[in-house]
């Protein structure tokens, strides 16, 4: 066996240059205008999380941005928490409900489909976290005509 000749990596080493900016840092023109769509289910995948991340990041970049929740995107915006509503029954349990307040604190705007709410996933509209604004299923090509019409930028977030 060859012997390693490295020392063990420890907390506080780098292996990549995380300071170098490649690209421009886009920010909104005055009046632009962001949609990100999920149709995810939570907690099958890091990519309802991450986009989560995105949608802030482009509201902080100072696009007026919304998120629409629809399909299983809706299992996004819904309360939980175990034994009670709000309880962190692991870490990162409550990471949409937080990062979903954060952007609404922020001033984004959120919007679930009521079909999927209902029909689909079997809840209510008591069930999503408080800001979110529930929409009819009709709305859910509105919405991205709209934005689409304003040539906004729109961001499709998809599982299979």
């Not at 990100?36 to 991450?50: D, N, Q, Y």
């Not at 915006?77 to 979903?100: C, K, S, V």
């Not at 009521?114 to 919405?143: K, M, N, T």
Request: aromatic share 12%.
């Amino acid at each position: 066996m060859p012997a390693v000749q490295k020392p063990a990596h420890v907390n506080g080493d780098f292996f990549v240059d995380y300071e170098e900016k490649v690209f421009e840092d886009v920010k909104a023109e005055p009046g632009e205008k962001a949609l990100v769509k999920f149709h995810t289910v939570a907690f099958e995948g890091s990519i309802g999380f991450v986009n989560l991340l995105q949608a802030t990041r482009l509201q902080r970049k100072g696009f007026e941005t919304s998120i629409l929740l629809y399909g299983p995107g809706v299992t996004l915006g819904i309360q939980r928490g175990f034994p009670r509503l709000g309880d962190e029954a692991f870490p990162g349990h409550q990471n949409y409900t937080t990062q979903i307040n954060k952007f609404m604190a922020e001033g984004g705007k959120v919007y679930a489909c009521r079909f999927a709410l209902q029909a689909l996933y079997g809840h209510g509209e008591p069930s999503l976290i408080e800001g979110i604004r529930p929409v009819s299923p009709l709305d859910v090509l509105d919405i991205v005509l709209i934005h689409r019409r304003e040539n906004a930028f729109i961001l499709d977030t998809w599982t299979m």
